[in-house]
């Protein structure tokens, strides 16, 4: 199978669409908490400082001022400010002297606690320190942290919160996949079911019908199917009756040559007779076809929207079709010889706004076939009546009633079936009704066959149009 574009993944789509809104969800809080995360920890740390120079501070002013072993206080006050883990210095201010530094844990840098009071920074070794100076009583404490081993726990904090959220994002698409193949399984079971299914099969699909989503697509493709299946079988029902119905005048033309060409042989008169009505049958021959692919037409595509009849063009349409039937009835040598017209109202000026969603030439050929089949079979001197009238109910109606034999109720039920002929030996193709009733619908109107005693009255009735 070839086609024009790649093809869509319905499945991926969803995936890819969870996927990212995920990211964009918890990639923006994370992105949140990891831009405050270095300011919280600082200030953590920073606290931390503090904390431990107000300890650091307490624990010196406790010390007993009389203790005169200046290297014995000193190892007891380093191996006090060494408890906390943080860096520390401790002077004592003297006057004299300045400050001078009394206790310093490993590590710390020297003269940290010369430095203003509080928070500063300061470079030692190559070394950049975050510093807090503590001044009290002549007691000066200074608490330092590293910079880089600060960036360095910033980073692995980062870190600590960027692999569980990959981890997690990981999961979160495997398991929108999964979701979403089972999901989706009912689409697959469709799939399945359309493939496994015989040509001909008109059975309605199963396969996704209690789902919610899908139910509305299996009901259409039912639909659909119904449609199909009720189309073909039109089609062959068709093709079946214009075989049929074309074969006889095919026979007849066929027998009237042969009998032609038997008389053109011998030298008998009766050859003129014979080509007479073989150009009979081909005549018949002719407006069989012409009414099948005029019905074709009507029945394979809805006339166009936009096309309508209105005004003045309905009553010239009825008059154009009274004047084809006239002289056709002329040429073929009809009973019915007159056709008399009426419209109510009378007043042109009450047609103008009239409008139905019919084109002139449909109408038109509606109307002519009425009106052949009327002076077909009129009897007696008497007119065949045509009444163009706008109905109370927001109708209009054209009805056409000839003084022939007419039909009974039953006939007039199963007249306008494609071929029907009251009598089968009768000129006439048995399609000119069925085309009306088509040419009606189309407009969403209806045909209407009923004795008149004598005679019949065939009513076209349209809604009328805005």
């Known amino acids: 199978m070839t086609v024009g574009h790649a093809l869509q993944s319905l499945r991926l789509r969803l995936v890819l669409g969870l996927a990212l809104a995920s990211c964009l969800l918890w990639g923006g809080v994370g992105l949140w908490r990891t831009l405050s995360l270095g300011d919280e920890l600082n200030a953590m740390l920073d606290e931390r400082l503090v904390a431990s120079a107000r300890m650091v501070a307490a624990i010196v002013h406790q010390f007993d001022p009389g203790d005169v072993d200046v290297a014995a206080r000193e190892a007891k006050l380093q191996n006090l400010i060494a408890r906390d883990g943080v860096a520390c210095e401790v002077s004592v201010v003297r006057s004299e002297v300045g400050i001078l530094p009394i206790a310093r ?116 493709l039912n639909q659909l199917l119904a449609r199909m299946e009720a189309a073909i079988a039109h089609e062959r029902r068709w093709s079946a009756d214009a075989a049929h119905e074309l074969r006889t005048p095919l026979t007849a033309i066929k027998t009237h040559v042969q009998v032609a060409q038997l008389a053109l042989a011998a030298g008998s008169p009766a050859t003129g007779q014979a080509l007479a009505q073989a150009s009979l049958g081909i005549t018949q021959l002719q407006q069989t076809m012409e009414q099948l692919l005029q019905l074709a037409r009507v029945e394979s595509a809805h006339a166009n929207a936009s096309a309508s009849t209105q005004g003045q063009s309905i009553t010239q349409a009825l008059q154009q079709a009274r004047q084809q039937s006239l002289e056709r009835a002329r040429a073929e040598g009809w009973p019915g010889t007159a056709i008399e017209v009426q419209s109510t109202p009378a007043d042109a000026a009450a047609w103008a706004q009239v409008r139905i969603a019919l084109p002139p030439a449909l109408l038109t050929s509606a109307l002519s076939n009425l009106l052949d089949n009327a002076l077909r079979h009129q009897q007696g001197s008497a007119p065949i009546e045509a009444r163009l009238a706008l109905q109370a109910d927001g109708r ?36 000119g009704l069925t085309l009306v009733q088509r040419i009606a619908e189309s407009a969403g109107g209806q045909l209407t066959l009923a004795p008149a005693a004598p005679g019949l009255r065939a009513t076209l009735e349209f809604p009328l149009g805005n």
């Not at 109606?397 to 009251?422: M, N, V």
């Open 105 to 220: 844990t490993g590590g710390t840098p020297e003269y940290a606690s010369q430095g203003a009071a509080g928070f500063g920074q300061i470079t030692k070794g190559g070394k950049a320190w975050r510093v807090y100076v503590m001044e009290e009583d002549g007691l000066r404490v200074a608490t330092a942290d590293r910079l880089d081993q600060r960036a360095e726990l910033v980073r692995s904090a980062w870190l600590a919160l960027i692999w569980p959220f990959a981890l997690g994002l990981a999961v979160i698409v495997l398991l929108t996949w999964w979701i979403t193949t089972r999901t989706l399984k009912p689409l697959a079971q469709l799939q399945s079911e359309l493939e496994q299914r015989a040509p001909r099969d008109n059975t309605p699909v199963a396969a996704g019908a209690q789902v919610q989503e899908l139910a509305p697509v299996v009901h259409s």
């Open 396 to 431: 209009l109606s054209i009805a056409i009633r000839d003084h022939g034999p007419g039909l009974t109720p039953e006939e007039c039920q199963i007249a306008t079936q494609r071929f029907w002929r009251k009598n089968a030996s009768g000129n006439g193709s048995g399609l």
